[in-house]
């Protein structure tokens, strides 16, 4: 906990620059001790469950479990190699690349006892629940025909948003210039409620760190298979959350990144 005197320099410090949304948000939702663990025993229900997005009354595409040799590739090399690409090559991106992607970026490793309320991922989430939703657009050079697609971690399958080409739409929202060549775009939302149901506003700080997480993963699985990945920041929020169909508040776009084969 800070003393009187160091708070009292910050607050000459605010007289003297731009104290923005985003340092009021840190500092309002900052901890000023440590709370107890609340136990298990008596959680409510809403911190038990992990909730998913699903779209069950559209048409999807079962994923097998078969993966590319190529996620052997040892750890070291995958690391020294990662890199943000900018320039890609027009190559076909395979069914199996995509399903290897998808499942060690995002997927669900394992389920103990089958009790879908305790499954865990490849990535660290706050509390276990799990707010990220992937969403993928499919438009140059893919087995998999072109389309916005929502990945259902639960089944591990590929839910049919809309089908067809979706480029230019996509480039309302991202950079049209870096979209060319690739194969693809992730687009990661958040569904706020699943984390702040249990840790409020200060929730929102987790799903920034976890979406860190799983697009590490991504970054790193798409250097294992090969190919190469660039985040993009510069991302207008409405366009994409329009081309989900999402409302922007209760789940809205978080991240973006594409994928693609690499101009070696």
Same mark, same amino acid.
């Given at each position: 906990?800070?003393?009187?005197?160091?708070?009292?320099?910050?607050?000459?410090?605010?007289?003297?620059?731009?104290?923005?949304?985003?340092?009021?948000?840190?500092?309002?939702?900052?901890?000023?001790?440590?709370?107890?663990?609340?136990?298990?025993?008596?959680?409510?229900?809403?911190?038990?469950?992990?909730? $998913?997005?699903?779209?069950?009354?559209?048409?999807?595409?079962?994923?097998?479990?078969?993966?590319?040799?190529?996620?052997?590739?040892?750890?070291?090399?995958?690391?020294?190699?990662?890199?943000?690409?900018?320039?890609?090559?027009?190559?076909?991106?395979?069914?199996?690349?995509? $399903?290897?992607?998808?499942?060690?970026?995002?997927?669900?490793?394992?389920?103990?006892?089958?009790?879908?309320?305790?499954?865990?991922?490849?990535?660290?989430?706050?509390?276990?629940?799990?707010?990220?939703?992937?969403?993928?657009?499919?438009?140059?050079?893919?087995?998999?025909?072109?389309? $916005?697609?929502?990945?259902? $971690?639960?089944?591990?399958?590929?839910?049919?948003?809309?089908?067809?080409?979706?480029?230019?739409?996509?480039?309302?929202?991202?950079?049209?210039?870096?979209?060319?060549?690739?194969?693809?775009?992730?687009?990661?939302?958040?569904?706020?409620?699943?984390?702040?149901?249990?840790?409020?506003?200060?929730?929102?700080?987790?799903?920034?760190?976890?979406?860190?997480?799983?697009?590490?993963?991504?970054?790193?699985?798409?250097?294992?298979?090969?190919?190469?990945?660039?985040?993009?920041?510069?991302?207008?929020?409405?366009?994409?959350?329009?081309?989900?169909?999402?409302?922007?508040?209760?789940?809205?776009?978080?991240?973006?990144?594409?994928?693609?084969?690499?101009?070696?």
């Amino acid at each position: 906990m800070k003393d009187k005197g160091v708070r009292q320099i910050e607050k000459i410090e605010h007289q003297f620059r731009p104290y923005g949304w985003s340092e009021r948000f840190h500092d309002a939702t900052r901890l000023e001790k440590r709370g107890k663990t609340t136990p298990y025993s008596i959680w409510p229900e809403d911190w038990k469950k992990i909730y $998913v997005k699903g779209y069950p009354r559209l048409d999807s595409i079962p994923l097998k479990k078969e993966f590319s040799i190529k996620m052997k590739t040892p750890l070291d090399q995958v690391l020294r190699s990662r890199k943000s690409v900018r320039e890609y090559k027009r190559k076909l991106l395979t069914t199996k690349e995509l $399903v290897t992607l998808l499942f060690f970026s995002g997927g669900v490793k394992n389920i103990p006892n089958k009790d879908w309320n305790f499954s865990r991922r490849f990535y660290p989430s706050g509390g276990g629940r799990y707010p990220l939703e992937i969403y993928v657009v499919l438009y140059n050079d893919t087995e998999i025909d072109k389309g $916005v697609y929502h990945y259902n $971690v639960k089944y591990h399958s590929l839910e049919i948003l809309k089908k067809g080409d979706y480029l230019k739409e996509l480039q309302k929202g991202l950079d049209p210039s870096w979209l060319l060549d690739a194969n693809m775009a992730v687009l990661i939302t958040a569904v706020f409620g699943r984390n702040q149901v249990k840790y409020g506003d200060r929730g929102y700080r987790h799903i920034l760190t976890e979406v860190g997480h799983l697009a590490q993963n991504i970054s790193l699985v798409t250097v294992a298979l090969g190919l190469g990945s660039c985040a993009l920041g510069g991302y207008l929020d409405f366009a994409i959350n329009d081309l989900l169909d999402i409302d922007g508040v209760n789940e809205s776009i978080v991240y973006t990144m594409i994928v693609g084969s690499p101009v070696l």
